[in-house]
């Protein structure tokens, strides 16, 4: 019976699609509307260049839902030949686990590689030494916060020197203006986000900056995880950080889309892109002038010290069992083009890798932009090792804890570490 | 006769109309926000009358989404399975109905206990059996097709394919369909039958002639059934299709919830509408069949 | 003898005529179900090294799963999840429409159609109809009911979030309860009641004395079924909270998703779902004995 169906159905297919064009077909897989719309002229270069049919697969927005997706199918096999990776510390994972295909060779050997910054090719290489993604663009994180309150309020906007100053900044804040003080995003429902735009901010600038170990294990037991966590207990129990729209769907929804532009929330961590996307041109609830009504401020050490965060912004890479390797690798090379880092920075906010975007009238016009990716050239960034995805969900679970008020620093440290202990197993954990 | 009650009587009347008024609003309270919002300029996530009256957002789910394919894609599986499931049910439950053969009871128990597995149980293993399938009907189309192998792989593919999806499905509505057939063909007397038999007709000639235009409603019944939980069925086309083009309903509603940093509730609400609208068309013909389903003819 | 052969002969025509059922039943239902038994007892994961090489790891993954808090978590939010929805918000919701409507009431098939058509609504649908309703804060719709009534308002599926999904799947259930309960109902024969009234028992004796006992069978084999179907909730509690918050509306089946596509562990998801496998075929089983079903 089934058969009989399958028959009929193969047949239909057969007559439906006697005519379609021939040329070879490279699949796309990335996601969100932005990022669709900034990759489309770069489909049609990859279609013009090379000659083939580009299909984009649109899966589930949220970066977790599009993980799920993607690792099912790349376990399975028939995942598609190129595709974007949502969050930076997914890859390492990816690497150990053979779905990705080694690119270093080619990168190192096309030219518009030698003009990416260095931070940008240092985070592209994998613990084995091997590069396996175009790292386009970066993501350069730093503290926001709206001058024109704190100016108002007579509070200084100069640059914290250490977390003591920061803290004291954002009490100043709550008690002169009522807003809140500081926000570092937090909690499971924010995703990578409370590891990547949260907890990495504080983790650099504390005692034991890296959490990675020379033999790829996780340092989490150390001083300073603890007193990252506390940190964030004093921003949740002073009242200092929004907590309960942290807790719901979408937890960036109401902090950053509409207490930041009201003024009910003084500062927060955020990237380059939050002068676009967040709050600037492609935004639904833009400030105006926003360049220079928001500023900002480094990430202070934690005595003393300061720190651009850089990070890789969803890096492309190629499917290791695709069945066109070496046009998806050529793909590859053109999703590194001066051309779609400016295109994506447009849409998105993100950094530009190259340096080369800086000659780029379409690059100056960003002026938001200029000279972040000036500073990108001086970032510093969290060494990722095998397992960082764990790392990331168990920081999330950590803090959510802190949030609902349901444990102290050191029950979060514990939460983290029991986390990736019982994921990755005990050997994973030093 | 209720004479000396009668006052009592009225009050646990207007007790009993209260009751029901306070049931239904909280059955209906969802509905009448999504129905709101569907035909609101500016929706919102809070139920609040419209500001201005449009199906823009009905024609956006056409237009600018990909709402007919959905539409399609969802009616063409969904059917395909109740299809399926129809007839190997009205089989099934016939066989299950006559047979008098030792696997007849542990068969009956089993199925009954299919019912309880969670789905997301069997997730994993499904799909490495499908995925062990796909290859197989890849290398069987790929010399056949040349070009056009992704195409006719959407059609007869088991990952990512129509074929795999209306199968699986089907599989998923099959033990209670066959419960409905078996109970059903049980209340048929074999009279009949037998009287065809002395005629001298073949088993195919029974069934054919006098099974199926008995077995009608009870078919139309399994059929419902199966429908309604398949249209429902979330998980299995979020794990089991990528291909834009094979996108159903549920689908494109979970994707444009998720979509972007802000959601478009009215868009949402016409897409939910639509996704509603042939379940509750379906549950209003299955409703006189829901005592006697429900029971799973267990008593049969 | 040519009976015999004649019996044998009918009964594997009947067989072939089962087959097309009980092939894609073995492949698809039966033999995951094995699969994943197998699965349980491997570190196979989605993505890391454990995805390249896979070990076999015994009865790791279940010493694991009992130490782990969240499993047991799961296990309590899930009975609490079908004891409050499905025995008692759909039942008792259930049995109050249903004798409501047992009166002479203008409007009852209108009455009726608005209790069932939560039934009619998809998992999805009903979580997204939801979402509107509790989230959001002072926002969400039932917080701006609550003020307009001089109510407190909460962030309800933060504050209460068991209790709410447990509201929205007992929502989704009453119209079933409804049905089966008036069709019990309508089985008690009047002249009982008649006779009792004889006797001046009150309303409430009646009830408790005549309509309890004679609904009894029916109210057993409703909560069974609604117990066991409720255990395989999913796609409602997904959408609505997708477990959170802190794992309080996790319920095993979605224990289980997490554990095997939100952390990628295949072979610990496995084992979760081996143990949600049996404790269903328990209760299964005791549903199948105690209805003494005949067939």
């Given at each position: 019976?089934?058969?009989?169906i399958?028959g009929?159905?193969?047949?239909i297919?057969m ?12 699949r ?14 770069t489909?049609?270069?990859?279609e013009?260049?090379l000659?083939?049919?580009v ?18 199918e790349?376990a399975?096999?028939?995942a ?10 997914d890859?390492a994972?990816?690497?150990?686990a053979?779905?990705?295909a080694?690119?270093?060779?080619e990168?190192a ?8 910054v260095?931070v ?5 290489v ?8 175009m790292p386009?663009?970066l ?38 203006t009522?807003a809140?003080g500081?926000?570092?995003?937090a909690?499971t ?10 907890f990495?901010?504080l ?15 996780f ?12 940190f964030?207990?004093?921003l949740?129990?002073n ?9 719901g ?5 109401i ?14 961590t955020?990237g380059?892109?939050c002068y ?8 639904k ?33 190629v ?13 590859l090379l053109?999703?590194?083009?001066v051309?779609?880092q400016?295109?994506?920075a ?35 960034y969290?060494?990722?090792?095998t ?10 679970r ?24 019982q ?8 | 006769?209720a ?9 646990y ?5 209260v009751?029901l008024?306070?049931?239904s ?19 919102q ?11 823009d ?10 709402g007919?394919?959905?539409?399609a ?24 109905s006559?047979?008098k053969?030792w696997?007849?009871?542990?068969f009956l ?8 597995l ?7 293993p499904l ?9 197989g ?8 097709a ?16 129509y ?16 419960w409905?057939?078996?109970?059903f ?6 009279d009949y039958?037998?009287?065809?038999i002395?005629?001298g ?7 054919h ?7 009608l ?5 399994a ?14 086309p ?5 291909s ?6 549920p ?6 919830f ?7 509730y ?14 509750v068309i ?13 029971s ?5 | 003898?040519?009976?015999d052969?004649?019996?044998k ?53 279940y010493?694991?799963l ?5 499993f ?7 009975f609490?999840?079908?004891v ?6 759909q039942?008792?919701i ?11 009431i ?7 159609a608005?209790?069932l ?10 979580g ?7 989230a ?8 701006k009911i ?7 308002w909460?962030d ?5 979030p068991?209790?709410?999904v ?27 009641y008649?006779?009792a009234?004889?006797?001046g028992a009150n309303p ?5 004395r ?11 084999l ?13 796609g ?6 997708r477990?959170g918050?802190g ?13 095997s ?6 072979g610990?998801?496995?084992?979760g ?11 299964g ?9 005949e067939?």
């Amino acid at each position: 019976m089934n058969r009989l169906i399958a028959g009929g159905l193969a047949a239909i297919a057969m007559s439906l699609l006697a005519s379609t064009a021939n040329a070879e077909t490279l699949r796309v897989a990335l996601h969100g509307q932005a990022g669709i719309d900034a990759f489309t002229p770069t489909a049609e270069r990859i279609e013009k260049e090379l000659g083939v049919t580009v299909e984009i697969v649109e899966y589930p927005a949220p970066d977790k839902d599009y993980m799920t997706k993607l690792l099912t199918e790349l376990a399975a096999g028939n995942a598609p030949d190129l595709f974007s990776i949502p969050g930076a510390s997914d890859v390492a994972d990816m690497v150990a686990a053979g779905y990705l295909a080694p690119v270093g060779a080619e990168l190192a050997a096309w030219p518009g590689y030698k003009d990416f910054v260095d931070v940008a090719k240092q985070l592209a290489v994998s613990p084995d030494g091997e590069t396996y993604v175009m790292p386009y663009i970066l993501g350069i994180q730093q503290i926001y916060f709206r001058r024109d309150v704190l100016e108002k309020a007579g509070i200084s906007t100069e640059q914290p020197k250490s977390w003591a100053d920061l803290l004291d900044r954002a009490k100043e804040i709550k008690a002169k203006t009522g807003a809140y003080g500081l926000l570092f995003p937090a909690g499971t429902s924010w995703g990578g986000g409370a590891f990547a735009e949260g907890f990495s901010h504080l983790i650099i600038g504390s005692s034991t900056p890296q959490i990675v170990t020379d033999d790829g294990k996780f340092d989490l037991n150390g001083k300073g995880v603890l007193d990252v966590f506390q940190f964030y207990k004093d921003l949740i129990d002073n009242d200092l950080m929004p907590v309960d729209p942290l807790l719901g769907p979408e937890p960036w929804v109401i902090p950053k889309y509409e207490m930041f532009p009201k003024g009910e929330l003084a500062a927060t961590t955020c990237g380059s892109w939050c002068y676009i996307f967040d709050w600037g041109r492609e935004s639904k609830n833009p400030i105006p002038d926003v360049t220079t009504v928001v500023g900002t401020w480094a990430d202070p050490g934690q005595e003393s010290g300061e720190f651009v965060l850089a990070g890789l912004g969803a890096p492309w890479a190629v499917n290791a069992k695709s069945a066109n390797l070496e046009l998806a690798k050529k793909a590859l090379l053109e999703t590194g083009s001066v051309d779609n880092q400016i295109e994506t920075a447009a849409r998105i906010g993100n950094i530009p890798s190259s340096n080369a975007v800086q000659a780029d009238p379409r690059f100056q016009a960003l002026t938001e932009l200029v000279p972040i990716q000036a500073a990108a050239n001086h970032g510093t960034y969290l060494k990722q090792a095998t397992g960082m995805s764990a790392v990331s969900e168990g920081v999330a679970r950590a803090t959510e804890a802190l949030l609902r008020k349901e444990t102290d620093a050191a029950g979060a440290q514990a939460i983290l570490v029991d986390y990736v202990k019982q994921t990755l197993g005990d050997e994973a954990v030093k | 006769m209720a004479g000396v009650n009668s006052p009592r009587q009225g009050a646990y009347t207007a007790l009993a109309y209260v009751t029901l008024i306070i049931i239904s609003i909280f059955c209906l309270l969802p509905f009448v926000w999504m129905a709101l919002a569907s035909v609101d300029s500016n929706a919102q996530l809070f139920l609040k009358w419209p500001d201005s009256w449009t199906f823009d957002n009905y024609i956006r789910v056409f237009a600018t989404e990909n709402g007919t394919r959905w539409f399609a894609n969802s009616l063409f599986t969904v059917l395909s399975a109740t299809i399926l499931v129809v007839i190997i049910s009205g089989l099934g439950g016939y066989a299950l109905s006559r047979s008098k053969a030792w696997w007849k009871q542990p068969f009956l128990y089993g199925i009954l206990l299919i019912r309880v597995l969670p789905s997301t149980a069997l997730l994993v293993p499904l799909y490495k059996i499908l995925l062990t399938a796909n290859n197989g009907m890849g290398s069987l189309v790929r010399p056949l097709a040349g070009e056009n192998y992704r195409a006719i792989m959407q059609m007869v593919g088991f990952i990512d394919g129509y074929l795999g999806l209306i199968i699986v499905l089907a599989t998923g509505q099959l033990p209670l369909a066959l419960w409905i057939m078996k109970v059903f063909f049980d209340g048929v007397p074999k009279d009949y039958e037998e009287a065809a038999i002395l005629d001298g007709a073949t088993l195919v000639q029974r069934i054919h002639r006098v099974l199926i235009p008995l077995a009608l409603p009870g078919l139309a019944a399994a059929g419902l059934f199966a429908f309604m939980s398949a249209w429902g069925d979330f998980l299995l086309p979020l794990i089991l299709l990528s291909s834009p083009e094979l996108q159903t309903l549920p689908i494109g509603l979970f994707r444009a919830f998720l979509r972007v940093n802000e959601i478009d509730y009215g868009l949402l609400a016409a897409i939910a509408t639509i996704y509603l609208i042939p379940a509750v068309i379906a549950f209003s013909f299955a409703r006189r069949y829901l005592v006697q389903t429900f029971s799973g003819g267990v008593k049969g | 003898m040519a009976f015999d052969a004649f019996q044998k002969r009918k009964e594997r025509q009947l067989l072939r005529l089962l087959l097309p059922a009980l092939i894609p039943l073995a492949v698809l239902v039966i033999y995951p179900a094995l699969y994943s038994v197998y699965l349980s007892m491997t570190n196979e994961a989605l993505t890391g090294l454990a995805a390249a090489k896979p070990r076999f790891v015994g009865v790791g993954n279940y010493l694991r799963l009992f130490s782990d808090a969240r499993f047991w978590n799961s296990l309590f939010v899930t009975f609490v999840f079908v004891v409050g929805s499905a025995i008692i918000g759909q039942f008792v919701i259930g049995f109050i429409a249903a004798l409501a409507l047992k009166r002479k009431i203008v409007g009852s098939s209108v009455f009726g159609a608005a209790i069932l058509l939560p039934n009619a609504a998809p998992e999805v649908v009903a979580g997204f109809m939801w979402i509107s309703m509790l989230a959001g804060g002072d926002h969400a719709t039932l917080s701006k009911i609550m003020i307009a009534l001089g109510l407190p308002w909460a962030d309800w599926l933060q504050t209460f979030p068991l209790f709410m999904v447990t509201m929205v799947n007992t929502w989704r259930g009453i119209g079933t309860a409804m049905i089966l309960l008036t069709a019990g109902l309508s089985a008690v024969p009047t002249e009982v009641y008649e006779a009792a009234r004889m006797d001046g028992a009150n309303p409430r004796q009646m009830f408790m004395r005549i309509t309890l006992p004679l609904m009894a069978p029916t109210i057993f084999l409703y909560m069974l079924i609604s117990t066991v179907s409720t255990i395989s909730v999913f796609g409602l509690v997904y959408a609505l909270t997708r477990g959170g918050p802190g794992g309080k509306t996790e319920v095993i089946s979605v224990y289980i998703y997490n554990q095997s596509f939100t952390n990628f562990q295949l072979g610990y998801g496995a084992a979760g779902a081996v143990v949600a496998l049996v404790v269903s075929l328990a209760l299964g089983i005791a549903y199948v004995r105690s209805l003494k079903v005949e067939v």
